[in-house]
């Protein structure tokens, strides 16, 4: 059964945003093998993403840059948190394995929203970590192909709620505690600090 308002579309792409000495840093990358699928109308996606390929057939280029407004925002001193050491504790023993500055690690709030924040200063009894997402402030350059598109399927649907949701993680991202693997579903692909391809 399909449903009438969603698609499924899958892309093959590239993304790059600005550095600070002008020029294009490539961030993340797809491949046709492994490309990133999503379900429209679900906010899987960024919305100003979605509405650039919905309308795209299979076969499509693009290349378009999303305003940082229409991206992830502007970057917040607010975001940047200090969290008690001792959270991070496994057996009694500080985590130095995976709480490192630098490393990208999940996290999640009281009502069990999961999120990731990047360690910027392990201290005595603090951690400082910093929320925003790492490419807040910045705005996104993709260039890429559309791979597949049709009418989602209430299955489709359903799947990727149950994704959102938490039913079904990123086994690579969390066994390895980053994003550089890459698993036979393409569940993590080539890009920094994100896990699943989630824009």
Known sequence: METNGN???????ELFVPNE?????????????HPFGFVTGLGFAL??????????????????????????????EEHVVELQKDIFNIDGKFDETRIYPGNVIPLANADG??????????????VIVDLNHPLAGKPLHFKGQVVSSH???SQEVNEFLDKMNGGENCDCCE?????????????????????????
């Not at 698609?7 to 792409?13: G, R």
């Not at 057939?57 to 229409?70: C, H, M, N, R, S």
């Not at 929203?113 to 603090?126: A, L, P």
């Not at 066994?175 to 824009?199: F, S, T």
């Open 113 to 126: 929203n999961r999120f990731d924040g990047i360690v910027k200063e392990v201290r005595d009894d603090v």
């Open 21 to 33: 000495k002008g020029n294009f840093d490539l961030v993340e990358k797809t491949s046709k093998e």
């Open 7 to 13: 698609k499924y579309i899958e892309v093959d792409y």
């Open 151 to 153: 009418s989602a399927t």
């Open 175 to 199: 066994k390895n505690g980053d994003c550089d693997c890459d698993d036979e579903n393409g569940c993590c692909g080539e890009h920094e600090g994100h896990c699943c391809h989630q824009h």
């Open 47 to 76: 919305d100003a993403f979605e509405q650039q390929v919905e309308s795209l057939a299979i076969g499509d280029l693009f290349d378009f840059t999303i305003p940082v407004d229409d991206a992830y925002g502007e970057f917040s």
